[in-house]
């Protein structure tokens, strides 16, 4: 998915560089919710998510458990950053990218996969970046980060 920000004279405020964008704040088309749930319904924490953008995957981890500090193997670059993940086991998940102030929580649960997409535009480009899960140790799961 991709936000849209509209500039004019609405007297409105463009997002700052850090200000996130998620995508329950968007009202996704149908076709969009169905292709959405086709493809969360196969997801699993063995594996990593498939990206969804068709962008530069910057970051993807399978079958995890507990806390992790993972850094991003490329620079983030100016534009959409995108970040899917998918958890199993009860407990509650917290993700935070740096230095870009992505963060939201994930409710994990027993015997079903979890999932949720969350994407942030970023105005500049950064030279590094991090990924920080923390998580009960009874909670698998598996990520992607991708631009």
């Not at 292709?35 to 997801?43: L, S, V």
Request: proline letters at 7%.
């Amino acid at each position: 998915m991709t936000a849209l920000t509209l500039a004019g004279c609405s007297g409105e405020k463009e997002p700052s560089a850090t200000e996130p964008t998620t995508s329950r704040s968007a009202r996704p088309s149908p076709s969009q919710i169905s292709d959405r749930a086709e493809r969360i319904e196969g997801e699993t924490v063995s594996r990593a998510p498939k990206p969804v953008n068709d962008g530069q995957v910057l970051l993807s981890v399978a079958s995890k458990q507990g806390n992790a500090e993972l850094p991003l193997t490329k620079e983030i670059g100016a534009g959409t950053l995108a970040i899917q993940i998918n958890c199993q086991g009860k407990g509650i998940l917290n993700v935070t990218v740096d230095p870009v102030g992505l963060s939201f929580p994930l409710n994990c649960v027993n015997e079903e996969v979890s999932s949720t997409y969350n994407e942030i535009h970023l105005k500049r480009a950064r030279s590094e970046g991090t990924v920080r899960v923390s998580a009960p140790s009874t909670v698998r799961w598996a990520l992607t980060v991708e631009q």
